[in-house]
Nanobody, 119 residues
Framework: QVQLVESGGGLVQPGGSLRLSCAAS????????MGWYRQAPGKQRELVAT???????NYADSVKGRFTISRDNAKTSVDLQMNTWKPEDTAVYYC?????????????WGQGTQVTVSS
């Protein structure tokens, strides 16, 4: 079992900066990737950014150049530095981890943290 704890959500003004953090604990044996997804009201959950164990990053086109994902392998955590927020970024942000290996793949989600972009 894996638990993900998110922090850093809240209210941010358009153009402002905010940093989201996620710490994973539990039965973490082989990480394929960690990352962030988001879900806005009436919308499906979508990718924001991910980073693999090898350091490869993947960003949604809508956040490229504004958001930066980083990891701390020693702490099994991932951060998302989010600059120049836009109102359309308002959503619940979920931390995600994918564990993989021989004959297995599993996925876990955090409880989500609300980010509201408003002036």
């Amino acid at each position: 079992q894996v638990q993900l704890v998110e922090s850093g959500g809240g209210l941010v003004q358009p153009g402002g900066s905010l940093r989201l953090s996620c710490a994973a604990s539990g039965s973490i044996f082989s990480i394929y990737s960690m990352g962030w997804y988001r879900q806005a009201p009436g919308k499906q959950r979508e990718l924001v950014a991910t980073i693999t164990s090898g350091g490869t990053t993947n960003y949604a086109d809508s956040v490229k150049g504004r958001f930066t994902i980083s990891r701390d392998n020693a702490k099994t955590s991932v951060d998302l530095q989010m600059n120049t927020w836009k109102p359309e970024d308002t959503a619940v942000y979920y931390c995600n981890i994918i564990l993989t290996g021989i004959k297995m793949r599993s996925e876990y989600w955090g409880q989500g943290t609300q980010v509201t972009v408003s002036s």
